[in-house]
């Protein structure tokens, strides 16, 4: 079945670091992949998709490019903000359309 | 628009009581999901609705759990008995139909402790 694999939190930054946040996936056909963000105490938010191959996603300074040869959607930011720490999900939709989560990368900035 | 409302947020129980959340989607999307998402991990699914109709609930243990949508628009997801084991978070989410890359728009969460 389709799968998610994500790479282990927390990840600690200071602020103004470059941000990298792995993610690689399984799944059959060809599906759209997403990141998800949950700040404390809300609920999950969309941050950026991308729906077919070398697709690139970007919102808030964030961007993910969806590399179907390495099966990857890599979560990079430039410059990270205090305001930035959260729980960040990369999720796929694959020909099921089951929407499949990873585990969860939590992001720690300091000021 | 009002976003996905779920209730209630907290909810603190003894094992082997029953406990039911309830959730009201979007305004006009057609597909529902209840993830239970626990502590340090990543939403699991546990039941797909479009409209009133299952899509999905190969994950669902049905011996415990049971969710319903009547009429298409608000669902409810029932535990009964609770085990320590189901202490999670239970986040509903929405999106206009379940094929394509539509977006999910998720609610706040039902937060369940099982003492």
């Known amino acids: 079945g389709d799968s998610v694999t994500q790479m282990e939190g927390p990840v600690t930054l200071s602020e103004e670091a470059f941000l990298t946040i792995n993610c690689t996936y399984t799944?059959?056909?060809?599906?759209?992949l997403f990141w998800y963000v949950q700040y404390p105490g809300e609920g999950l938010q969309l941050l950026l998709k991308?729906?077919?191959?070398?697709d690139k996603g970007s919102n808030k300074g964030f961007e993910a490019t969806y590399r179907k040869e390495t099966t990857s959607f890599h979560l990079e930011k430039g410059s990270v903000q205090v305001s930035d720490s959260a729980v960040y999900f990369c999720a796929l939709k694959g020909g099921s359309y089951i929407p499949t989560f990873g585990r969860g990368t939590s992001l720690i900035v300091h000021p | 628009e009002a976003g996905v409302a779920q209730s209630p947020r907290y909810k603190i129980i003894e094992k082997r009581q029953s406990v039911a959340f309830w959730c009201n989607p979007i305004s006009g999307h057609a597909t529902l999901y209840w993830y239970q998402q626990i502590l340090g991990q990543g939403p699991k699914l546990l039941i797909q609705f479009q409209n009133n109709g299952v899509v999905d609930d190969s994950q669902l243990p049905k011996d415990r759990f049971s969710a319903e949508r009547l009429k298409g628009v608000d669902s409810t997801l029932k535990i009964q008995p609770a085990k320590l084991e189901d202490s999670a978070v239970y986040l509903c989410?929405?999106?206009?139909?379940?094929?394509?890359?539509?977006?999910?728009?998720f609610g706040a969460g039902s937060r369940l402790t099982v003492l």
């Open positions: 989410a929405s999106s206009l139909e379940g094929s394509g890359a539509n977006v999910l728009t």
């Open positions: 799944a059959t056909g060809y599906p759209s």
């Open positions: 991308a729906t077919k191959a070398d």
